[in-house]
């Protein structure tokens, strides 16, 4: 069992900067692959990023890339998304997910964290 705990969301204007924070528990993380989704009001979740907790390399979509960077510190469980040059169309309900690698259908996910970016 995994459990994710999503904060650092708020108010920020166009052009700011936020940084979430995930922190997970769990026994087995490294089996793990950690994720960053969305979800604004009257829209799909999507996808935002990921990154494993060891090795692998990162993903990014392209409504994000070269504004978000994901990370990870291993020794505190916890994983990042870096948040810069933010938009409007960021707004959204941020929310962390832990997918297993080799069991793709055991999915965790946590409470999220609502960002708002005003224009």
């Known amino acids: 069992q995994v459990q994710l705990v999503e904060s650092g969301g708020g108010l920020v204007q166009a052009g700011g900067s936020l940084r979430l924070s995930c922190a997970a528990s769990?026994?087995?993380?490294?089996?793990?692959?950690m994720g960053w989704f969305r979800q604004a009001p009257g829209k799909e979740r999507e996808f935002v990023a990921t990154?494993?907790?060891?090795?692998?390399?990162?993903s990014y979509a392209d409504s994000v890339k070269g504004r978000f960077t994901v990370s990870r510190d291993n020794a505190k469980n916890t994983v990042y998304l870096q948040m810069n040059s933010l938009k409007p169309e960021d707004t959204a309900v941020y929310y962390c997910?832990?997918?297993?690698?080799?069991?793709?259908?055991?999915?965790?996910w946590g409470q999220g964290t609502q960002v708002t970016v005003s224009s």
């Open positions: 990154i494993p907790w060891s090795g692998g390399s990162t």
């Open positions: 997910q832990a997918r297993r690698i080799l069991m793709s259908r055991m999915i965790y």
């Open positions: 769990g026994r087995t993380l490294s089996t793990y692959t």
